[in-house]
Protein backbone atom coordinates (compact mmCIF):
# COMPACT_ATOMS: atom_id res chain seq x y z
CA UNK A 1 0.00 0.00 0.00
CA UNK A 2 0.94 3.65 -0.43
CA UNK A 3 3.30 4.48 2.05
CA UNK A 4 5.04 7.81 4.52
CA UNK A 5 8.61 7.59 5.60
CA UNK A 6 9.16 10.41 8.80
CA UNK A 7 12.85 10.76 9.66
CA UNK A 8 14.22 11.33 12.81
CA UNK A 9 11.72 9.88 14.87
CA UNK A 10 13.38 12.21 17.93
CA UNK A 11 15.03 15.20 17.40
CA UNK A 12 16.70 17.18 20.15
CA UNK A 13 18.29 21.43 18.90
CA UNK A 14 19.31 23.88 21.15
CA UNK A 15 17.13 26.63 21.56
CA UNK A 16 17.56 29.14 18.99
CA UNK A 17 18.81 26.54 16.47
CA UNK A 18 16.92 25.48 13.24
CA UNK A 19 15.43 22.07 13.53
CA UNK A 20 14.45 20.29 9.71
CA UNK A 21 12.41 16.86 9.70
CA UNK A 22 12.34 14.94 6.58
CA UNK A 23 9.39 12.67 4.83
CA UNK A 24 9.07 10.89 1.26
CA UNK A 25 6.34 9.57 0.09
CA UNK A 26 5.51 6.48 -2.20
CA UNK A 27 2.59 7.62 -4.60
CA UNK A 28 3.93 10.13 -7.18
CA UNK A 29 0.19 10.78 -8.08
CA UNK A 30 0.00 12.58 -4.03
CA UNK A 31 -0.56 15.91 -4.21
CA UNK A 32 -1.15 17.56 -0.42
CA UNK A 33 1.02 17.71 1.85
CA UNK A 34 -0.12 18.62 5.49
CA UNK A 35 2.17 18.86 8.63
CA UNK A 36 0.32 18.84 12.46
CA UNK A 37 1.64 19.59 15.58
CA UNK A 38 0.41 17.41 18.83
CA UNK A 39 1.62 18.85 22.17
CA UNK A 40 2.03 16.53 24.93
CA UNK A 41 -2.03 15.70 25.98
CA UNK A 42 -2.85 17.91 23.42
CA UNK A 43 -5.08 17.52 19.78
CA UNK A 44 -2.87 17.10 16.55
CA UNK A 45 -2.74 20.87 14.74
CA UNK A 46 -2.59 21.72 11.29
CA UNK A 47 0.50 24.00 11.03
CA UNK A 48 1.24 24.48 7.89
CA UNK A 49 0.59 22.88 4.32
CA UNK A 50 1.34 22.63 0.77
CA UNK A 51 0.47 21.33 -2.93
CA UNK A 52 1.99 19.58 -5.51
CA UNK A 53 1.58 23.22 -7.88
CA UNK A 54 4.44 25.15 -5.69
CA UNK A 55 7.91 24.38 -4.09
CA UNK A 56 7.78 26.07 -0.72
CA UNK A 57 5.51 27.52 1.50
CA UNK A 58 6.26 29.89 4.84
CA UNK A 59 5.08 31.14 7.55
CA UNK A 60 6.76 32.68 9.87
CA UNK A 61 9.27 30.69 11.71
CA UNK A 62 8.17 27.57 9.42
CA UNK A 63 8.44 26.55 6.21
CA UNK A 64 7.91 23.47 4.39
CA UNK A 65 9.87 22.58 1.15
CA UNK A 66 8.50 19.32 -1.51
CA UNK A 67 10.99 18.01 -4.25
CA UNK A 68 7.93 15.90 -6.64
CA UNK A 69 11.08 14.29 -8.52
CA UNK A 70 12.28 12.86 -5.48
CA UNK A 71 9.06 12.23 -3.68
CA UNK A 72 10.25 14.21 -0.72
CA UNK A 73 9.20 17.49 1.44
CA UNK A 74 10.38 18.72 4.34
CA UNK A 75 9.28 20.97 8.09
CA UNK A 76 12.23 23.27 8.55
CA UNK A 77 11.73 25.22 11.97
CA UNK A 78 14.16 28.53 12.18
CA UNK A 79 14.80 29.98 15.79
CA UNK A 80 13.37 27.28 17.81
CA UNK A 81 11.88 28.04 20.80
CA UNK A 82 10.75 26.16 24.21
CA UNK A 83 6.86 26.29 22.78
CA UNK A 84 7.84 24.61 19.78
CA UNK A 85 8.43 21.23 21.32
CA UNK A 86 5.92 18.64 20.48
CA UNK A 87 5.87 15.38 17.75
CA UNK A 88 5.10 16.46 14.30
CA UNK A 89 3.69 14.34 11.70
CA UNK A 90 3.83 14.98 8.33
CA UNK A 91 1.04 13.27 5.51
CA UNK A 92 0.37 12.79 2.47
CA UNK A 93 -2.57 12.67 0.35
CA UNK A 94 -3.00 9.12 -1.88
CA UNK A 95 -4.37 9.76 -5.65
CA UNK A 96 -5.36 6.06 -5.51
CA UNK A 97 -7.77 5.95 -2.50
CA UNK A 98 -8.31 9.47 -1.63
CA UNK A 99 -7.00 9.10 2.19
CA UNK A 100 -4.42 10.88 4.19
CA UNK A 101 -1.58 8.38 5.21
CA UNK A 102 0.91 10.22 8.09
CA UNK A 103 4.09 9.39 9.38
CA UNK A 104 4.96 8.17 12.47
CA UNK A 105 5.77 11.39 14.13
CA UNK A 106 8.87 12.92 15.00
CA UNK A 107 9.47 14.19 18.70
CA UNK A 108 10.93 17.30 18.58
CA UNK A 109 12.65 18.63 22.15
CA UNK A 110 13.73 22.20 22.38
CA UNK A 111 16.96 22.51 24.91
CA UNK A 112 17.70 25.59 26.73
CA UNK B 1 -12.14 25.52 22.35
CA UNK B 2 -15.41 23.87 20.62
CA UNK B 3 -15.28 22.63 17.24
CA UNK B 4 -15.67 18.54 17.52
CA UNK B 5 -16.11 16.80 20.86
CA UNK B 6 -15.00 13.83 22.37
CA UNK B 7 -16.42 11.84 24.81
CA UNK B 8 -15.50 10.07 27.25
CA UNK B 9 -11.97 11.47 27.86
CA UNK B 10 -11.02 7.38 29.48
CA UNK B 11 -12.60 4.90 29.25
CA UNK B 12 -12.26 1.15 30.95
CA UNK B 13 -13.74 -1.44 29.49
CA UNK B 14 -13.51 -5.39 30.19
CA UNK B 15 -12.27 -7.46 27.42
CA UNK B 16 -15.57 -9.27 25.60
CA UNK B 17 -17.57 -5.81 25.80
CA UNK B 18 -18.35 -3.48 23.07
CA UNK B 19 -17.50 0.01 23.41
CA UNK B 20 -19.06 3.11 21.87
CA UNK B 21 -16.60 6.53 21.37
CA UNK B 22 -18.84 9.45 20.58
CA UNK B 23 -18.22 12.36 18.10
CA UNK B 24 -19.74 15.42 17.73
CA UNK B 25 -19.04 18.57 15.46
CA UNK B 26 -20.36 21.59 15.60
CA UNK B 27 -18.11 23.05 12.47
CA UNK B 28 -20.79 22.32 9.14
CA UNK B 29 -18.25 19.64 8.03
CA UNK B 30 -19.09 17.15 5.63
CA UNK B 31 -16.72 14.97 5.42
CA UNK B 32 -15.23 13.28 9.26
CA UNK B 33 -12.61 10.47 10.47
CA UNK B 34 -11.76 8.09 13.02
CA UNK B 35 -7.75 7.58 13.71
CA UNK B 36 -6.11 5.89 15.97
CA UNK B 37 -3.21 6.37 17.71
CA UNK B 38 -0.20 4.07 19.35
CA UNK B 39 3.40 5.34 20.70
CA UNK B 40 5.68 5.49 17.47
CA UNK B 41 3.16 4.53 15.30
CA UNK B 42 1.69 7.77 14.24
CA UNK B 43 -2.10 8.12 13.19
CA UNK B 44 -3.95 5.10 11.21
CA UNK B 45 -7.48 5.69 9.76
CA UNK B 46 -9.52 3.27 11.02
CA UNK B 47 -13.31 4.53 8.89
CA UNK B 48 -13.59 7.60 7.71
CA UNK B 49 -16.76 9.24 5.88
CA UNK B 50 -17.76 12.00 3.58
CA UNK B 51 -21.08 12.45 3.34
CA UNK B 52 -24.20 11.14 5.32
CA UNK B 53 -25.58 7.89 5.32
CA UNK B 54 -21.76 6.50 3.81
CA UNK B 55 -18.93 5.53 5.29
CA UNK B 56 -15.76 3.38 3.95
CA UNK B 57 -13.20 1.16 5.66
CA UNK B 58 -9.71 3.28 6.60
CA UNK B 59 -6.27 0.87 7.14
CA UNK B 60 -7.19 -1.08 10.05
CA UNK B 61 -11.28 -1.38 10.22
CA UNK B 62 -11.28 -4.68 11.67
CA UNK B 63 -12.93 -4.93 14.72
CA UNK B 64 -14.70 -1.69 14.11
CA UNK B 65 -17.90 -0.18 13.47
CA UNK B 66 -19.45 2.88 12.79
CA UNK B 67 -22.71 5.43 11.78
CA UNK B 68 -22.94 8.26 10.27
CA UNK B 69 -27.15 9.09 10.48
CA UNK B 70 -26.56 12.73 11.34
CA UNK B 71 -24.00 15.19 9.92
CA UNK B 72 -22.73 16.18 13.05
CA UNK B 73 -22.33 13.22 14.70
CA UNK B 74 -19.73 9.61 14.01
CA UNK B 75 -19.65 6.98 17.01
CA UNK B 76 -17.26 4.48 16.74
CA UNK B 77 -17.91 1.06 18.31
CA UNK B 78 -15.36 -0.91 19.41
CA UNK B 79 -16.06 -4.31 18.85
CA UNK B 80 -14.86 -7.66 20.86
CA UNK B 81 -13.65 -9.18 17.92
CA UNK B 82 -11.19 -5.86 18.26
CA UNK B 83 -7.74 -7.89 18.77
CA UNK B 84 -5.59 -5.06 20.98
CA UNK B 85 -8.38 -2.30 21.26
CA UNK B 86 -6.47 -0.45 24.21
CA UNK B 87 -5.23 2.81 22.29
CA UNK B 88 -5.99 6.53 22.04
CA UNK B 89 -8.60 6.98 19.57
CA UNK B 90 -8.75 10.52 17.59
CA UNK B 91 -11.99 11.72 16.11
CA UNK B 92 -11.43 14.49 13.11
CA UNK B 93 -13.45 16.42 10.60
CA UNK B 94 -12.85 18.56 6.78
CA UNK B 95 -14.41 21.00 5.28
CA UNK B 96 -14.14 19.15 2.29
CA UNK B 97 -12.64 15.84 1.43
CA UNK B 98 -9.00 14.57 3.03
CA UNK B 99 -7.50 17.56 0.39
CA UNK B 100 -8.67 19.92 3.28
CA UNK B 101 -6.91 20.58 6.97
CA UNK B 102 -8.36 18.27 9.43
CA UNK B 103 -9.94 18.95 12.49
CA UNK B 104 -9.29 16.88 15.61
CA UNK B 105 -11.08 15.77 18.61
CA UNK B 106 -9.26 15.58 22.18
CA UNK B 107 -9.08 12.39 21.82
CA UNK B 108 -10.32 9.26 23.81
CA UNK B 109 -8.02 6.81 25.78
CA UNK B 110 -9.72 3.42 25.72
CA UNK B 111 -8.33 1.19 28.26
CA UNK B 112 -9.22 -2.52 27.73
CA UNK B 113 -8.28 -4.97 30.50
Known amino acids: GENVEQHPSTLSVQEGDSAVIKCTYS??????FPWYKQELGKRPQLIID?????GEKKDQRIAVTLNKTAKHFSLHITETQPEDSAVYFC???????????FGKGTRLHILP | DGGITQSPKYLFRKEGQNVTLSCEQN?????MYWYRQDPGQGLRLIYY???????QKGDIAEGYSVSREKKESFPLTVTSAQKNPTAFYLC????????????FGNGTRLTVT
Open chain 2, 92 to 103: ASSIGGPNSPLH
Open chain 1, 27 to 32: DSASNY
Open chain 1, 50 to 54: IRSNV
Open chain 1, 91 to 101: AALTERDDKII
Open chain 2, 27 to 31: LNHDA
Open chain 2, 49 to 55: SQIVNDF
